[in-house]
């Protein structure tokens, strides 16, 4: 593909990187925000990859993201 | 019979009409998981389904629904498709108790043919990735055998650990982890997290039938899985050495991710649509650094879809659940007839057994809740009588509806141990659990009208056989 997408679809984050292109070439990217991870194939239907189509309820904020509990905690470390 | 990897099964599968081949192209999303979510509502003997021809790929193999019917899994079993669940569940258990059987180390494993390392893991290029629900944080792998060993005692066998586990791909050589803190690879995390050290760990994928079995059955952490594979194939499991670890992998395996996770780092993962049928949100979790791929030429990439219940993550963990906790409350109550902890990963389980004096139904209900597989699950159990099949909801209902007396028989236990991802839980992790006594009060508990109980006539079994017979016959 030409370019990345310009904001994640999930948290609207600017950064975005390429994880891997179509075998044959041209036919998709797979591409990733910066800042929550997500992950999503160019060619995935809009509810998967454009901001506006995205829904509300899967949308993450800075916030969700930074408060989002440990699954399993750190432990202490052992002296 | 006994299948030394997933090709061979796959062709097994065929044979028996279980494996459906879909060679028009198709997109990676949201073709793929839409057809697997599919099989779970076209009936209980779904087939397998194989994609060849996926838009973008080149050489993508991926087989979905492996485990996904009861047929299928009759025949992972060496069985014949048509034997009944609560058969393969009588089947399952007798097979345990030749456990443990030890396994056949060999050297020429397939995957030996191809390898990635360092710089140039690029797990995309070897894996055909692709999304399974809407608003799943990214791919997943969520049908890998995944082994780790005890740090503060790596060389005991039986210890090391092989389990299934969901993993999010985060990046080309990264991986995001969920370890429930139940279950046996957060005890490593967490005796190596406690030393910060890295845990070192082996990802296999597209395995032999039983290995997923036992991958995701819950054992007593010092039994070795390969140990109950031998047990339930009638046969030692095969394994293989793996080159970055050591550990101990499955001989016939697709692909073998190695690498470790990272000491004491959480990163955002998910969500991810779950078994409970529900998305567990956005949590910080462990990160896995792979540092070496080996994989078959031309690998076939095996997934599951799960969501909404039934899938095929069902099928998978259903009867390999319900078996340890039969054979853990026989051992202290006999009585216990049969077990069915095939709802939700047995969230909910229904218990049949008899009395030995009043009160004592609830004491089994109790115990299952304290099983270290109940500790994590088991948030509510029904106890039937003994000449109630709990497999056969409809007598299950009967038995709630006729005997039940809600004021003595249904009991909650506040802020008890649950696993984080039951929706429910309230905080995450903590759970009320109820059980309920649908089983005929014995004395000393005197209550109810329970003295005329009408029963099947007694040539009824005989019967329900010929009808059987007959309606085989018919074709
Ligand atoms: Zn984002």
């Not at chain 2, 990635?116 to 055998?145: I, M, T």
């Amino acid at each position: 593909m030409n370019h990345l997408p310009v904001e994640c679809p999930r948290c609207a984050f600017a950064e975005i990187s390429l994880l891997a292109t179509s075998p044959v070439p041209g036919v998709w990217d797979v591409v990733q925000c910066g800042r929550c991870l997500y992950t999503w194939r160019t060619i995935e239907p809009a509810r998967r990859t454009q901001r506006d189509a995205y829904p509300d309820t899967f949308k993450l904020t800075e916030a969700d993201i930074e408060n989002a509990i440990e699954v399993p905690a750190v432990p202490p470390l052992l002296k | 019979m006994a299948y030394d990897d997933l090709r061979s099964f796959l062709d097994t599968l065929e044979k028996e009409g279980q494996l459906l081949r879909i060679t028009d192209e198709v997109l990676p999303e949201p073709d793929l998981a839409a057809a697997a979510n599919a099989t779970g509502r076209i009936g209980e003997n779904a087939p397998a389904l194989h994609f060849d021809n996926v838009k973008g790929f080149t050489d993508a193999r991926i087989a979905m629904n492996v485990h996904g019917s009861w047929a299928n899994h009759a025949l992972a079993l060496g069985l014949p498709k048509n034997t009944p669940v609560k058969e393969q569940v009588e089947e399952f258990a007798r097979r345990w108790d030749a456990f443990p059987v030890a396994p056949e180390r060999r050297e020429d494993a397939p995957w030996r043919e191809n390898t990635q390392e360092g710089e140039d893991v690029d797990v995309f290029s070897v894996l055909p990735l692709f999304r399974l629900n809407d608003g799943d944080g990214g791919f997943y792998l969520d049908k890998a055998a995944v082994v780790s060993r005890d740090p503060d005692d790596p060389d005991d066998f039986g210890k090391q650990n092989v389990g299934t586990y969901r993993i999010q791909v985060i990046g080309t050589n990264r991986l995001a982890f969920q370890p429930v803190p139940m279950h046996d690879v957060a005890q490593h995390l967490r005796k190596a997290e406690e030393k910060g050290e890295d845990l070192p760990i082996a990802i296999t994928l597209g395995n032999d039938p039983v290995m997923a079995i036992v991958a995701g059955m819950p054992m007593a952490y010092d039994q070795s899985e390969y140990e109950m594979a031998g047990a339930l194939r009638g046969a030692p499991a095969p394994i293989a050495t793996a080159p970055l670890t050591g550990f101990d992998v499955p001989w016939g395996s697709e692909v073998v991710i190695e690498g470790v996770i990272e000491s004491r780092k959480r990163q955002i993962e998910g969500p991810f649509g779950e078994f409970t049928g529900h998305y567990s949100g956005g949590r910080r979790m462990p990160v896995i650094r792979v540092d070496r791929v080996s994989y078959r030429t031309n690998p076939v990439f095996e997934s599951l879809y799960l969501g909404m219940p039934w899938t095929e993550c069902d099928y998978l963990v259903g009867p390999n659940t319900c078996v340890p906790l039969l054979k853990q409350l026989r051992a202290e109550f006999p009585e216990v007839q049969a077990v069915n902890a095939m709802y939700t990963h047995g969230l909910m389980v229904i218990i049949s057994t008899a009395k030995r004096y009043g009160g004592f139904a609830k004491a089994v209900g109790m115990r299952a809740m304290t099983t270290p597989h109940g500790l994590g699950y088991v948030a509510q159990v029904i106890l039937v009588d003994e000449d109630v099949d709990p497999f056969n909801l409809p007598q299950v209902m009967w038995a709630m509806s006729a005997k039940v007396n809600p004021k003595d028989d249904v009991v909650v236990i506040p802020n008890l141990s649950v696993l984080e991802l039951a929706p429910a839980a309230q905080p995450a992790g903590i759970s009320s659990k109820m059980i309920i006594d649908a089983t005929t009060p014995v004395a000393p508990d005197i209550r109810g009208n329970f003295s005329t109980p009408a029963k099947d006539l007694p040539e009824t079994a005989e019967w329900a056989a010929r009808l059987q017979r007959l309606i085989a016959a018919r074709g």
